[in-house]
């Protein structure tokens, strides 16, 4: 959980190297923005995945887990990560 201007935020536990700042969205608390290919790599580097575990993984386990209003974002920069 991360704390700013007393609001407090979720975190993706391990993702903090792709943290790309705070998202609003609608009337709700600011929450959490992640790079996705960030965290992608992230997986890639730490765990060892492979690019298509690592995408898997995030979807299945990151992205798909909905913690409430101050679940964080995952933000596609330019294209969408892409198994080769």
Same mark, same amino acid.
């Given at each position: 959980?991360?704390?700013?201007?007393?609001?407090?935020?979720l975190?993706? @536990?391990?993702?903090?190297?792709?943290?790309i700042?705070?998202?609003?969205?609608? =009337?709700? $608390?600011? *929450?959490?923005?992640?790079? !996705? @290919?960030?965290?992608?790599?992230?997986?890639?580097?730490?765990?060892?995945?492979? =690019?298509? $575990?690592? *995408?898997?993984?995030?979807? !299945?386990?990151?992205?798909?887990?909905?913690?409430?209003?101050?679940?964080?974002?995952?933000?596609h920069l330019?294209?969408?990560?892409?198994?080769?």
């Open positions: 959980m991360l704390t700013t201007d007393d609001v407090e935020m975190t993706a @536990d391990g993702f903090e190297d792709a943290i700042g705070v998202a609003e969205h609608g =009337p709700g $608390e600011p *929450v959490i923005a992640y790079d !996705f @290919d960030k965290c992608v790599k992230i997986l890639m580097t730490r765990d060892g995945m492979d =690019p298509e $575990e690592a *995408v898997e993984f995030m979807y !299945f386990n990151v992205t798909g887990a909905w913690l409430g209003k101050k679940t964080p974002i995952f933000v330019g294209q969408p990560f892409e198994c080769n």
